[in-house]
């Protein structure tokens, strides 16, 4: 592998992409982490959400008529309904059924439902999701930064410090915590974990849809498009450390950093070798993850 | 999956018949019997006072190796919407008493599924000659299954060199594969576009790595340089990475590009945002092949501007086959044809040209397709070498975008 000689100015720039990159895995990656702390689930169908919200988006701008702010809203509230629906119907009767599994089993049903039926509805060929900002582009020395990135960077840190405003100072948030941490001992302390549980897929399935919509303009718009984030996100929830959301979003701005060095330096072709190198070397050095909240190894 | 095998009237009543008569029934087996005799004796009455012009009935059965999900589904969506066409126009009578009909199997765009659809298709449907895939991965996966089962393979959509070189006796491309195409815009671009560096971006697959070697041989040969060459994996969504890599590179004339459209439309987005090619107002013009369908320019937008790539189907052509099948499309579908819809079109009119000329099964299919030296088609001729690579080069029409995404044909071929 030959290393490619660059200027600051690339350095600088690689950086912003990958900050750019790195937050929008915050995004997909922060909702995987909170249905898994709260209840220790591993959810196949999150990428699901995330292109659900980003057709949301595109169907709010182009059929109605609406602004990409507006669609990143309606997005937000799409997942979350949607989350709402499915937890209601499928993963609620499931796991009062008992047993782990089932559950775990219905997030992959729930996955390939949404996934053709979406291939159905939309049809399999790309959709190009345009927003004004994609076209207004910013350049000083050397560098250049869309107003789209500064949406997708804005967006994100306003969405962290809100979660993080949430699950630190209400009494949801608290409780929420409570029910990551013992489930049986919270619901003795008078909190209904059921409701817990409803409010996390909802707000877990809110944060994809957003996600989506914030991700539309970069990805591959189609019906499977969620699913070529989704295995970064759960390298990102395992280097972060499963349920961590501070881990989370480090990491997930470490991958993001990785993949456009990896990308300048190296080749983008050696991108998936380095980060799942990376998360081999974490589960087998630090299995808590990268900031540990729980004392159990996460595999 | 797919559409069930096309039966004869009295084959229909047959079976349904047939199935009535193994109902579970509270009159038991002499039930079932009485149902299979009734069965028997309608179907055989019904075949003594059937009219002579039995030959209408006659099928000839396509196979449709197409990908129907993933991330290579648009080929597939499209390509029926073309066969669908075609068979339409040719059952209206028939060929040489021949009706047409075919059964689609996903094969997605890759090796393992292509490689199971193909081995469903001939062992359930048993085709007389089968379509597809597009992805080079896949038709090379699915040739052997193919030739095995001595069933001529019409392929359209993938460029590989491999697929016809040496020559595999079943397998027939009426496209420009990638090494004709690979050296006929490397020379355009060196001699009319005065290019003489590039650099290249293409798909870690083996279409984007043969197009991409293809191009770098031709182009260092007539004296151009190859500044980087980046291959990427279908994975990767966010390019503006590798277009910030590529605009620390300085100055480059041209970025011969081989992707699908989903990621060829990211990367000219990027390419524009870095400010690299002429679409963001830079230096660089993007080149590419057949990879990207009608309507591309559109969904790029602005970015495009510049981007010069060969087509395989012109809808500006003024022939009259052209402009029938545009207005019939159009009449058809409510949209434009694009190259994928022209293709599979041809596909299944070659298919009708060798039935034309007496072909009634697989292995007469075959020889009638090796024989082929002047089926005029809407995307082009077809001649078969002896390779079974259609060698016609009007089957290449370079587009470059204008400023309001409309194309300027060049006219190079």
């Known amino acids: 592998v030959e290393l490619i000689p660059v200027n600051a100015a690339i350095v600088i720039q690689q950086a912003i992409n990958g900050v750019v990159l790195g937050s929008l895995y915050v995004l997909v990656a922060l909702g995987l982490t909170l249905i898994y702390g709260v209840l220790v689930q591993i959810n196949f169908a999150h990428a699901d959400f995330v292109t659900i919200g980003a057709f949301a988006a595109y169907f709010f701008m182009h059929l109605a008529g609406g602004s990409y702010l507006a669609g990143i809203a309606v997005a937000l509230v799409a997942g979350g309904m949607l989350g709402w629906l499915i937890n209601l119907s499928i993963f609620a009767p499931l796991r009062r059924m008992g047993g782990e599994l089932p559950p775990l089993i219905a997030t992959i049903g729930v996955s390939v439902m949404l996934q053709n039926a979406m291939l159905a509805w939309f049809g399999p060929v790309p959709y190009a999701f345009e927003t004004p900002y994609s076209q207004q582009v910013f350049r000083i020395a050397g560098i250049f930064i869309t107003m789209q990135s500064i949406l997708i960077i804005a967006v994100s840190a306003t969405t962290i410090a809100l979660l993080y405003v949430f699950m630190k100072f209400t009494f949801l948030g608290k409780a929420l915590r409570a029910v990551s941490q013992d489930y049986e001992t919270a619901g003795l302390m008078g909190i209904n974990p059921n409701h817990l549980i409803l409010l996390t897929f909802v707000l877990a399935s809110a944060l994809a849809g957003m996600g989506g919509a914030m991700l539309a303009p970069v990805l591959v718009l189609t019906p499977f498009a969620g699913a070529s984030v989704i295995v970064k996100a759960f390298a990102i929830v395992i280097i972060g450390g499963f349920g961590n959301v501070e881990g989370t979003i480090l990491a997930g701005l470490l991958v993001g950093l990785i993949e456009s060095y990896t990308t300048q330096f190296l080749a983008p072709g050696l991108i998936d070798i380095v980060v799942f190198g990376l998360l081999l070397l974490m589960l087998a050095f630090r299995p808590t993850g990268l900031i540990s909240e729980r004392r159990e190894e996460n595999v | ?413």
């Open chain 2, 1 to 413: 999956m797919g559409n069930p095998v096309l039966l004869t009237p009295i084959e229909r009543l047959a079976h349904s018949l047939l199935r009535f008569g193994t109902l579970k029934t509270s009159g038991g087996a002499m039930r079932k019997s009485s149902g299979l005799l009734f069965a028997l004796g309608i179907s055989i009455g019904l075949m003594a006072t059937a009219p002579t012009g039995l030959a209408q009935d006659k099928t000839i059965k396509i196979g449709g190796l197409l990908p129907i999900s993933g991330p290579g589904a648009y080929f597939g969506a499209q390509d029926k919407q073309g066969v669908e066409l075609a068979l339409e126009e040719l059952n209206k009578t028939g060929v040489n008493g021949y009706k047409f009909a075919i059964q689609y199997e996903d094969s997605a765009c890759g090796p393992l599924p292509a490689t199971q659809a193909a081995r469903r298709l001939i062992d359930q449907y048993k085709p007389d000659v089968i379509i597809g895939e597009e992805c080079s991965d896949a038709t090379l996966a699915i040739m052997p299954t193919i030739a095995q089962a001595k069933i001529p393979l019409i392929n359209a959509g993938s460029s590989a060199i491999k697929i016809t070189e040496p020559g595999n006796p079943w397998t027939f491309r009426i496209m420009p594969n990638e090494v004709m195409q690979g050296v006929d815009i490397a020379t355009h671009a060196y001699n009319d576009l005065n290019a003489r560096s590039a650099v290249l971006l293409y798909e870690n697959t083996n279409a984007g790595i043969g197009n991409a070697k293809v191009f770098n041989e031709t182009f260092t040969k007539l004296g151009g340089k190859i500044v980087a060459e980046i291959g990427f994996g279908r994975e990767v969504n966010d390019f503006t990475a590798i277009a910030t890599r590529i605009a620390g590179l300085g100055s480059v004339d041209v970025i011969p590009t081989y992707t699908l459209e989903g990621q060829g439309l990211k990367i000219t987005q990027a390419l524009a945002q870095a400010g690299v090619v002429k679409g963001g107002d830079g230096p660089a013009i993007q080149l590419g092949t057949i990879w990207l369908p009608f309507g591309f320019e559109q969904k790029a937008g602005k970015s495009s501007t510049g981007y010069i790539r060969i087509v395989q189907f012109d809808p500006t052509d003024e022939r009259d086959i052209v402009r029938n099948f545009v207005g019939n499309f159009k009449a058809r579908f409510n949209s434009d044809p694009t190259h994928l819809n022209a293709h599979a079109y041809d596909q299944i009119m070659l298919i009708a040209d060798v039935v034309k000329r007496g072909a009634t099964d697989a292995q007469s299919i075959r020889d009638a397709l090796a024989a082929t030296k002047d089926f005029v088609g809407v995307t082009g001729s077809v001649e078969f070498d002896e390779t079974h690579q259609n060698i016609r080069k009007d089957t290449m029409h370079y587009m470059e975008t204008r400023l309001d995404l409309s194309w300027n044909a060049l006219k190079w071929n």
